[in-house]
């Protein structure tokens, strides 16, 4: 007998070798019959494959993202299923889940495309196949016998991607009449995909290689429900009215040019005040959490970043060096602001007395990312980071650790992200050469980040394989209105760049010690917040950010000496807004306002004049009322206190 550790923490015990779908149906019907995928301690497995030893057990269904991901995951095969039905002599690349459905990438042959003209043919294929209930059967093969199946199919995709497994670890799953170079896991069988959509179909080079042969890539989406999926594709509707790009220019916030270069966002003077209050807002905050202001270059010396790290990692990612007239000298394009604030640390001794030391700069970074996948403001090559580096001593971690968490739930309080999650993202046990340190410290940092988000009382998902190639994070997972989710604030514990950069301070005992960094960035960046933002609220910001908060109309021209009166007042007391002087009716100049989305409107005619008043309409509301000018001020200021917690 093994014992099975449930999620509530409940403990039951069945014979060795039991299933997934074995403990599912033990437990009740209506689960076995839901669930698609189970968690095996950590790792997700098929409901088939048996477990051999005592194990904390989750079981997963549509209602879990690691659920929805296998469901995916299977669907990308029904898709490949799909077309190798309709187009014979495909040969297929890589096909996982992503965020919301799926993708794979194809080699139609020459000459041949595939267009959205070719959807419906394919969705019906989909379908059809998955009504024949086909179970997906994992199979473990030889590496001889997966190159010699592929080389007979004569698919140099698949060959290629074997070149990097090991004898012992290649499996195969097949489901009707397809089979797949997959590690897994599967659903039990294709009868669960009910609803199948695809949604786009694009470009790919083979292994983001820009000099390897361009794929098609299609993408699609599924769903155990019919209802489910129009339910997905009207929010669909909804998001491209929301979509950033589209507000953006509509608000006249931020613009594109292409002699400018691709992915490097222009601000335009509303984009820049919005950019600017969401900067001054936390600046406040930091000045109060104890952080001082310091400002770096855009470039540094090549050989900052090799001294990081940053180079080996990034290097590929990054525009190439900058030459100079001295062939010794290179420059890089700053990739990340910590190497940056590292040397600003070596600048004086420290003592233990002064830590924890805290830099914050709203730097600007340059990454250079693929053009097929730059974006809008939320993938572009250049952003600027709300970033910040707390120096501090080993016991001070936790409880630095801690404040930033507060400061992060402030900004989402603040700006109205009330549903996230934090996903504690630690190093891949399996490869650790993809980081950099040793074990200890490794221990060390996941440790801290684990009983300080268990200590702040958050919903917390863990995340193997996702660190920093330097340390273990704490990312926030922020739901928007349409319930996407998007990663936003990060937070880091690193013991490696104080090491490489030889960082120290004077202990109480009077040695040498290295202190500890806490990499954090509440926004992110500042360029993928905003989009995030302008979504999440459909291009009504928050009172307190919005670039015009006012729109002053009087009736004719006859009270735009008074308008202009009350505009002056109001600058004083920093709100921000315009007079609308043109020679329309007072209808239309509503009408664009509420276009424009503008919070409030302040109608002013003869009547108001005599009063020293104003005719007040909120955006999306309508009238108010008449106010003074005083009780306007009044009530606009306490609005912006309670919403900023002052």
């Known amino acids: 007998m093994i014992n099975i550790t449930l999620p509530d923490g409940s403990v039951r015990q069945y014979s060795k070798g039991v299933t997934g779908l074995e403990i599912a149906t033990s437990i009740s019907e209506g689960l076995a019959r839901n669930v698609l995928a189970v968690k095996v301690n950590g790792s997700v497995w098929d409901l088939s494959r048996p477990i051999e030893e005592d194990a904390s057990v989750q079981l997963l269904t549509w209602n879990d993202d690691l659920g929805k991901n296998t469901f995916w995951h299977s669907s990308a095969h029904l898709l490949a299923e799909a077309l190798e039905a309709l187009y014979p002599g495909i040969k297929f690349g890589i096909g996982p889940p992503v965020e919301n459905g799926f993708y794979y990438d194809v080699d139609l042959g020459e000459g041949k495309t595939f267009s959205q003209d070719d959807f419906a043919k394919v969705e019906q294929k989909m379908l059809e196949l998955a009504r024949a209930k086909n179970e997906y059967v994992r199979q473990e093969v030889s590496k001889a016998d997966a190159i010699k199946y592929f080389t007979e199919k004569g698919d140099q995709y698949k060959l290629d991607l074997l070149q990097d497994l090991e004898d012992g670890t290649i499996t195969f799953y097949t489901q009707g009449n397809f089979v797949d170079l997959c590690r897994g896991p599967h659903i039990p069988n294709t009868g669960f995909i009910k609803a199948a959509k695809l949604m786009n179909v694009a470009g790919a080079y083979w292994r983001g290689d820009e000099k390897s042969k361009q794929l098609t890539r299609i993408y699609g989406i599924t769903f155990p429900k019919q209802k489910e999926l129009t339910e997905y594709l009207e929010r669909l509707e909804e998001a491209k009215k929301r979509d950033h790009r589209k507000l953006g220019k509509e608000l006249e916030l931020f613009a594109f040019s292409e002699k400018v270069g691709m992915g490097l966002p222009l601000w335009l003077p509303k984009g820049t005040l919005l950019r600017e209050r969401l900067e001054q807002f936390m600046r406040k905050a930091q000045v109060k959490a104890g952080y001082q202001p310091v400002v770096t270059p855009h470039i540094g010396s090549k050989e900052l970043y090799v001294t990081s790290g940053h180079y080996e990692k990034y290097g590929a990612d990054s525009f190439q060096p900058i030459k100079t007239p001295n062939e010794n000298e290179e420059f890089l394009l700053k990739p990340m602001n910590c190497p940056h604030h590292c040397e600003i640390y070596k600048t ?39 970033d910040a580096h707390i120096f501090c001593r080993p016991d001070q971690v936790k409880e630095e650790f801690i404040k930033v968490i507060d400061l992060v739930l402030y900004v989402f309080k603040a700006l109205g992200f009330e549903d996230y999650t934090a996903q504690i993202s630690l190093r891949d046990p399996e490869n650790k050469a993809k980081y950099i340190g040793t074990d200890e410290v490794w221990e060390k940092a996941e440790s801290a980040i684990i009983e300080a988000a268990a200590e702040k009382g958050l919903t917390t998902v863990t995340e193997l394989g996702e660190a920093a190639f330097y340390g273990p994070k704490l990312d926030f997972m922020v739901r928007d209105a349409l319930g996407r989710k998007w990663q936003l604030g990060t937070i880091q514990v690193d013991y490696n760049l104080p090491e490489r950069f030889q960082l120290e301070y004077i202990g109480a005992d009077n040695a040498k010690h290295r202190p500890v960094m806490i990499h954090r960035a509440p926004f992110g960046s500042l360029e993928r917040f905003v989009a995030v933002l302008i979504e999440h609220c459909g291009g009504n910001f928050p009172l307190w950010l919005s670039p015009e908060q006012f729109a002053i109309l009087p009736i004719s021209e006859k009270f735009q000496d008074f308008a202009q009166q009350i505009y002056d007042r109001l600058q004083q007391h920093d709100i921000r807004g315009f007079v609308d002087n043109r020679d329309e009716k007072i209808g239309r100049k509503i009408r664009d306002a509420e276009v424009r ?50």
């Open 348 to 386: 004086r001794p420290r003592s233990y007395k002064e830590l924890p030391v805290r830099f914050a700069e709203f730097g600007t970074v340059y990454r250079y990312e693929q053009s097929g996948e730059l974006h809008g403001l939320t993938r572009v090559r250049g952003f600027t980071q709300d």
């Open 597 to 646: 989305k503008v919070p409030y409107m302040l109608i002013v005619g003869e009547k108001e004049q005599e009063n020293g008043a104003v005719s007040v309409r909120r955006h999306g509301e309508g009238d108010l009322g008449t106010m003074t000018v005083d009780e306007f001020i009044a009530s606009f200021q306490s609005k912006i206190a309670e919403m900023l917690n002052n």
